[in-house]
């Protein structure tokens, strides 16, 4: 054999070598492929819905789907956001096992097989047994009409669509008081602040809530989020806790929030959200502006708002409620309104069984020498817009207004 010939063999050997290792790495990769679905159509199949209050506990966990809802609708998704008009509400089917933590997967073992939970919607009697008057008559009157008028306007929108998001995602506004069994869902610009400082004092971390400075309620992590929680701690929270939401007229409150946040001096959205906005609505804006972000006008705020292709996401100040606290699919026992925030506040103390001594504050957070954005301050604003943007601004917090029964604006 010549010296040609022992060259082409060892050629071939290692061409075939190669084809045949080529060969192995993709049927392994197949196997692998196949396995990992096969795995996870198992888990699919195998999902599980939380039962109503009161359930006991041997019998808790069912793998039916409920009345009216197909295994097949109860399939996972990755937790879309609603855009535009189109309504977001229905049953909603939540993805569990991504949001867990190695810790609570294994504290979660019995339940780490199943993929997504099933919230039923149950609306719980307000526990009015704690309150010592009769002056909350009304409020209480009104309480209950809001209450039925969020139920039926979610069980009219519940049966159009279906929303899948994630469990974690549902939660995160939400804030826990355990010794007086409180979840509280943050609405920025309803009142949050002194709810957080209510919430401190519930929890034996402060004695009053007027000693409690603007930036230890909201960058002291004094207080926990439902987030937190592992999966029982939710579940348990979700179904046994005294449930609040604090909401507010839309345009007044995206109103207050520019306000707060771009006409007074700021760190934080002045370099991230002002400059971003200046940048792409200001037609010739000088480099001042550029640089700083400062000075940004309401109507090119609208601007941003509005825009599907914004140069800087959203911000919780502005976000719509129906996004923030998920008000379909978390059914919460008191809703309180800002126009009637300390009354409101206040009979929900009572209902919870708070201390005597402890009311709602009525002291403005920060800014106190402003005049409170009214409905009058919000009809000068709006004069900076063109009737388009006025119906748009309108169409974007359009659940808003109808799962709360605000009056729409005239646009």
């Known amino acids: 054999m010549n010296l040609r010939q022992v060259f082409v063999s060892v050629l071939m050997f290692g061409?075939?070598?190669?084809?045949?290792?080529?060969?192995?790495?993709?049927?392994?990769?197949?196997?692998?492929t196949e396995s990992g679905e096969k795995l996870q159509q198992q888990i699919i199949n195998q999902d599980f819905t939380l039962p109503p209050p009161g359930t006991p506990r041997r019998a808790a966990w069912s793998r039916s789907a409920p009345p009216g809802?197909?295994?097949?609708?109860?399939?996972?998704?990755?937790?879309?956001?609603?855009?535009?008009?189109?309504?977001?509400?229905?049953?909603?089917?939540?993805s569990l096992a991504s949001q867990l933590s190695d810790q609570q997967k294994m504290s979660e073992s019995s339940l780490s097989q199943f993929r997504g939970v099933y919230l039923p919607p149950a609306l719980h009697p307000l526990n009015k047994t704690l309150v010592k008057d009769g002056k909350w008559k009304d409020v209480d009157s009104a309480q209950e009409k809001r209450r039925s008028f969020l139920r039926e306007f979610c069980k009219k929108y519940n049966s159009r669509k279906k929303l899948r998001a994630h469990l974690m995602q549902l939660v995160s506004r939400i804030y826990v008081e355990d010794r007086h069994k409180v979840l509280y869902c943050e609405v920025p610009k309803a009142g949050c602040s002194n709810w957080k400082r209510v919430l401190m004092v519930l929890n034996g971390l402060a004695a009053s809530a007027h000693n409690i400075s603007h930036d230890d309620v909201h960058y002291g992590k004094h207080l926990r989020k439902l987030d937190s929680y592992d999966l029982k701690g939710i579940y348990t929270r979700l179904n046994t806790y005294t449930k609040t939401i604090f909401v507010r007229d839309p345009?007044?409150?995206?109103?207050?929030?520019?306000?707060?946040?771009?006409?007074?001096?700021?760190?934080?959205?002045?370099?991230?959200?002002g400059k971003a906005i200046i940048k792409k609505y200001r037609h010739n804006a000088n480099e001042e502006a550029l640089k700083t972000g400062s000075g940004v006008k309401f109507k090119e705020f609208i601007q941003y708002l509005l825009d599907s292709h914004r140069p800087v996401g959203m911000d919780i100040h502005w976000e719509q409620v129906s996004k923030l606290c998920y008000p379909c699919l978390i059914n919460y026992d008191f809703i309180g309104k800002f126009e009637t925030l300390e009354e409101d506040a206040n009979y929900f103390l009572q209902l919870v069984g708070a201390p005597a001594e402890l009311k709602f504050p009525k002291f403005k957070d920060r800014h106190s020498s402003d005049e409170r954005t009214s409905a009058e301050v919000v009809r000068q604003y709006l004069k900076e817009l063109s009737k388009e943007e006025r119906q748009l601004t309108y169409d974007f917090y359009y659940l808003d207004y109808l799962?709360?029964?605000?009056?729409s604006p005239i646009v």
């Open 15 to 32: 061409v075939a070598g190669l084809l045949l290792f080529m060969y192995l790495q993709a049927w392994i990769e197949e196997q692998h």
């Open 69 to 94: 809802l197909s295994n097949h609708e109860m399939s996972i998704s990755g937790g879309r956001h609603w855009r535009g008009k189109a309504d977001p509400f229905g049953v909603v089917t939540v």
């Open 251 to 273: 345009m007044e409150r995206l109103v207050s929030a520019f306000r707060d946040k771009f006409e007074h001096p700021n760190s934080y959205y002045h370099p991230v959200f």
């Open 403 to 407: 799962m709360f029964n605000y009056t």
